[in-house]
């Protein structure tokens, strides 16, 4: 399962919520920007050279890969401390979410299964639990707001003028049909950006989650000199493992995986990976001994 797979699973997720607020505004005569803030013309140091919007030859918006308040976060003028505790604040929330992820992985890939042939409501259904169970991290705020109460005045309006600058082009930009193709009304587009951002967030979570494990066993098989026979056969074995109990396997049927696997390794492999797995039991022995005396200071 791609970490892209499951931010279209999260878009479709959160749309009816996203329509209700998209409604919302739309009837307080917002300006169809989910994330718009104060003007150039208003007070703060507003500098419009400092902008997210960048087109290409044909006029189409630049998208940007992160999301648009990450971005806007290198744009502002921040000193150290301030960008250190905008991180933090990104930071918590994209572990909240990984958590969620991580502590449900069957619905997550039940949920691969919503609006495919064949789905018999579970797919749709898991999609509203993943909403639903995502709710006390989205209640907390956009992340534009979370962001902007942790900087100065100034600094908070500026991000809020260069993130709602960008949004504002991201919309038209879709009213077009520049982004598949088809044109949409306002409130279409409006949604459709909002879904955008949300999706980027999970996605963000998503890759820690599903490629954090990839990019480990990937430097295992460096360090054991695998051959690319070793190395699938193996791989195969966790990925069944994994997909098979939803990322909750028992210990035993852990401990099987290793011994299958432990036996394709050659006896110099074996040395290698004990020896691996001796300093990993070293490291985790000195941080737990730090972590113990950190405590006990901080007690007195």
Avoid: C
């Avoid at 022995?285 to 950190?294: E, Q, Y």
């Amino acid at each position: 399962m791609t970490s892209t797979r499951l931010a279209r699973i999260s878009f479709a997720a959160g749309s009816m919520v996203l329509a209700a607020g998209a409604a919302a505004q739309e009837r307080s005569g917002g300006d169809g920007s989910a994330l718009a803030g104060p003007r150039i013309g208003e007070r703060g140091r507003a500098d419009p050279t400092r902008t997210l919007v960048h087109r290409d030859f044909d006029g189409k918006l630049k998208r940007l890969e992160v999301h648009p308040v990450a971005a806007a976060v290198d744009l502002v003028a921040l000193s150290a401390d301030e960008k250190a505790t905008v991180e933090k604040v990104l930071l918590d929330r994209s572990l909240a979410i990984e958590k969620i992820i991580r502590e449900n992985v069957k619905v997550v890939v039940e949920a691969q299964g919503a609006f495919q042939p064949g789905d018999d409501g579970r797919g749709q259904a898991a999609i509203v639990k993943l909403y639903q169970l995502g709710q006390p991290v989205f209640s907390k705020g956009k992340v534009v707001d979370l962001v902007a109460a942790v900087l100065p005045a100034e600094k908070a309006r500026e991000l809020r003028r260069v993130v709602g600058q960008y949004m504002d082009a991201a919309v038209a930009d879709r009213m077009a049909g520049n982004v598949d193709g088809k044109k949409s009304d306002r409130f279409g587009a409006f949604v459709g950006e909002n879904m955008t951002l949300f999706g980027k967030e999970v996605e963000t979570a998503a890759k820690r989650t599903f490629e954090g494990g990839e990019k480990d066993f990937r430097e295992l098989s460096k360090k054991l000199d695998l051959t690319a026979e070793q190395e699938s056969k193996i791989q195969a074995m966790f990925v069944t493992m994994m997909t098979k109990d939803y990322g909750q396997a028992g210990k035993g049927e852990q401990m099987r995986v290793l011994l299958s696997a432990y036996s394709l390794l050659t006896d110099e492999q074996r040395g290698r990976l004990r020896e691996i797995m001796a300093e990993e039991a070293r490291d985790a022995a000195r941080r737990a001994k730090s972590s113990k005396s950190a405590k006990q200071q901080n007690s007195k």
